[in-house]
């Protein structure tokens, strides 16, 4: 019998599979025209990124598997909901394509660099990158309203910074470490031989 505990503690993976999960529907969303339910779902999805390593700390239940499950639903939803907005605000996305283009190249860059070094995308949960993710999210409002672009123009700024950050704690760390909230731990850690 599972304890009540064990179940409690898959509580941040099963928000991050949820989160996985809900990628097809927004996409169809986006693909029907409802800009509505691709806002709704794309906020809920973003709700359960917020979520799932805050209840993992509080849980005790920070892992191997919830460290990947969360990364690669991050992917996801990053993929998602650009092609949704290219599909539902597509002026939108010929406007801000360079913008968008440079953040996911800093984006990817980190994944591609930290196969080649690490042999797997890292998974490094950063400070920064949880900055990015609230100021990308509050960012879309004034952008699909068509208030202003400049908040996007400073959450893609920030994701470019991440991208520098993350790529700095790749070249530190001498393998990959699991949660590095800084490139300042980064480089605790390799002074300490770790």
């Known amino acids: 019998m599972v304890s009540a505990m064990s179940l409690r503690s898959q509580v941040p993976n099963l928000l991050s599979a949820l989160r996985i999960a809900l990628m097809p529907a927004v996409l169809l969303t986006a693909v029907g025209g409802s800009r509505r339910w691709f806002v709704g779902l794309l906020i809920g999805a973003l709700l359960t ?36 907005i290219a599909i539902l605000w597509p002026a939108i996305m010929q406007r801000e394509l360079a913008w968008v283009t440079t953040g996911l190249v800093a984006f990817f860059a980190v994944v591609v660099y930290g196969f080649v070094r690490l042999g797997r995308a890292p998974c490094y949960h950063t400070w920064a990158s949880k900055v990015f993710a609230l100021a990308c999210g509050l960012s879309m409002i004034p952008l699909l309203a068509e208030w202003s672009a400049t908040p996007f123009h400073v959450a893609m700024t920030l994701l470019v910074a991440c991208g520098v950050e993350e790529l700095a704690i790749a070249l530190l760390v001498p393998k990959h470490m699991g949660e590095v909230p800084t490139v300042w731990h980064a480089w605790r850690l390799r002074r300490e031989g770790r």
């Open 49 to 84: 990124d917020a979520l799932d390593g805050f209840l993992a700390r509080r849980l005790h239940a920070e892992s191997e598997l919830g460290r990947k499950l969360d990364s690669w639903a991050d992917y996801l939803t990053m993929i998602t909901g650009i092609a949704g």
